[in-house]
């Protein structure tokens, strides 16, 4: 072909180097695009990106809900006002296994809260379970199974405390618990701690206030959405996915500038005959 021509082959190449160069879009895509193309580390997380952005990526990489804290051990992410400790990410199919950070080896917080996850960016992955904690309780007996005890106490804010614990399927359906769940009737808080399903049976087996910590130290899956399938369809295409902060919109940063959801195809051709022709 031509390009078998030593001397069109050479200023072709000096051509496509030169043109290599030539930001085709403004100086500010061309930063983006290479700002968002690595990767980064936080606290025990490696390897991240989109949605995710933090200390050492700019915010127009990610998602504005997913900001990572990086200082501690653990990487953080806060939900609805709620810190949560990240064990680990599966990029694959965007799900994340969280703690809440008030319960990390701890069943007395100070502040008693619920768990929220607001559900627009975040919903419980389906190896979940609620575990209730009762707070604050009159003191019981256990009258069934002796090993079985699910009582923890606590001292917050000074005041002790008589608590109990409780699958919420088992208060459903377990037989004998007609009292306890009548005593847990008049505790005067309670809050809702997910768990893995797979770990659940640990509680209910062996009601130990080890146990209990132990479970809930495991966390619980979160399944994130956050433009999936447009991020999906823009790194397709060659692309890096991010924030617009006017449009206030997911983005694709390609090379050429950037693009509502995937980078124009065909663009990289044109230009490359042109460059051809020219040459000739
Ligand atoms: C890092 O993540 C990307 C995808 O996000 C993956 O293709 C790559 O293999 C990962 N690298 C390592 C070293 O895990
Ligand atoms: C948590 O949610 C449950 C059920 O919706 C509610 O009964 C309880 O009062 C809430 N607890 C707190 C501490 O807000
Ligand atoms: C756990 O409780 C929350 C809040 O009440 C609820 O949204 C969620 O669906 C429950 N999860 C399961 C597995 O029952
Ligand atoms: C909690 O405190 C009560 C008395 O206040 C005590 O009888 C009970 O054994 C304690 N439970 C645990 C699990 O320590
Ligand atoms: C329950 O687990 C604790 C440790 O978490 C252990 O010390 C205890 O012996 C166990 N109890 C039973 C009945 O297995
Ligand atoms: C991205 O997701 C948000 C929230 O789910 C949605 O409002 C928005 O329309 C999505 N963007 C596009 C381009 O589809």
Request: proline share 5%.
């Amino acid at each position: 072909m031509l390009l078998l021509n030593p001397s069109i082959f050479f200023s072709f190449l000096i051509t496509s180097i030169i043109l290599n160069q030539i930001p085709t879009s403004s100086a500010d895509n061309v930063q983006q695009y290479k700002k968002c193309s690595s990767s980064f580390d936080c606290a025990n997380l490696k390897n991240l990106s989109y949605p995710f952005w933090g200390p050492s990526r700019p915010q127009y990489c990610g998602h504005p809900s997913f900001q990572l804290q990086c200082n501690d051990e653990f990487a953080s992410i806060t939900i609805m006002s709620q810190s949560y400790r990240i064990l680990e990410v599966i990029d694959s199919d965007h799900r994340l296994k969280v703690v809440r950070t008030d319960y990390w080896n701890n069943v007395c917080p100070t502040n008693l809260k619920n768990t929220s996850l607001g559900f627009n960016f975040f919903d419980y992955g389906s190896d979940t379970r609620n575990l209730t904690l009762y707070y604050d309780c009159p003191y019981t007996q256990f009258p069934i199974p002796d090993s079985y005890s699910p009582q923890f106490n606590c001292s917050i804010n000074g005041i002790q405390m008589v608590n109990y614990f409780m699958l919420e399927s088992v208060l459903e359906n377990g037989e004998g618990l007609v009292s306890l769940s009548e005593t847990m009737g008049t505790c005067k808080s309670r809050v809702m701690i997910p768990i893995l399903d797979s770990e659940a049976e640990r509680v209910v087996t062996n009601s130990s206030v080890e146990n209990l910590k132990d479970v809930i130290d495991n966390g619980f899956e979160v399944e994130w959405s956050a433009n999936n399938s447009l991020c999906h369809e823009c790194q397709s295409s060659g692309g890096h996915c991010g924030y617009d902060q006017s449009s206030k919109d997911f983005t694709c940063f390609c090379k050429d500038g950037s693009f509502p959801h995937s980078c124009r195809s065909g663009e990289h051709h044109s230009r490359f005959h042109c460059c051809v022709f020219c040459i000739q």
